[in-house]
């Protein structure tokens, strides 16, 4: 059974708190259907894929993919994430905010991250503005 304890350990150590921000500056189509994606994941090799299942039942929320690597010396792993903003808002955040993380490196991440699910949820990302802002945040991020 995991507890609060172990699942900080394990994000700190390998978990990814992180938004995809289109770069405003980049006029190339981009593919992505969203000018931000907010992410929060964790990807371990495939024999601890266990755990992730674990977490996913914890949290309640998100899914488990299976990640193929073909680089040499790799395994294949597996990536437990959540997407959905109303997730990361009234699970994942609060999680973190009450069971603070204790690398340095994961907290700065983790409080940017926070900064740009707020600039988010007040729309800043459908702006031109407030997308170039969001890009510079993103760019502090590990």
């Given at each position: 059974m995991l507890n609060s304890e172990y699942i900080v350990g394990l994000i700190d150590?390998?978990?990814?708190?992180?938004?995809?921000?289109?770069?405003?500056?980049?006029?190339?189509?981009?593919?992505?259907r969203t000018k931000?994606?907010?992410?929060?994941?964790?990807?371990?090799?495939?024999?601890?894929?266990s755990i992730l299942y674990?977490?996913?039942?914890?949290?309640?929320?998100?899914?488990?993919?299976?990640?193929?690597?073909?680089?040499?010396?790799?395994?294949?792993?597996?990536?437990?994430?959540?997407?959905?903003r109303g997730d990361l808002e009234k699970i994942i955040?609060?999680?973190?905010k009450k069971h603070k993380l204790q690398f340095n490196s994961k907290k700065k991440d983790f409080y940017l991250f926070c900064q740009l699910m707020d600039k988010i949820k007040k729309g800043e990302h459908l702006?031109?503005?407030?997308?170039?802002?969001?890009?510079?945040?993103?760019?502090k991020m590990h």
């Open positions: 150590g390998e978990g990814s708190f992180t938004v995809y921000i289109k770069n405003p500056k980049d006029r190339k189509k981009v593919e992505r931000a994606e907010p992410r929060f994941y964790i990807k371990l090799i495939e024999k601890d894929k674990e977490l996913k039942k914890y949290f309640g929320c998100g899914n488990v993919y299976f990640q193929k690597d073909t680089r040499p010396n790799h395994q294949n792993c597996y990536r437990f994430e959540v997407t959905k955040i609060p999680f973190f702006t031109d503005k407030g997308l170039v802002r969001m890009y510079q945040i993103k760019q």
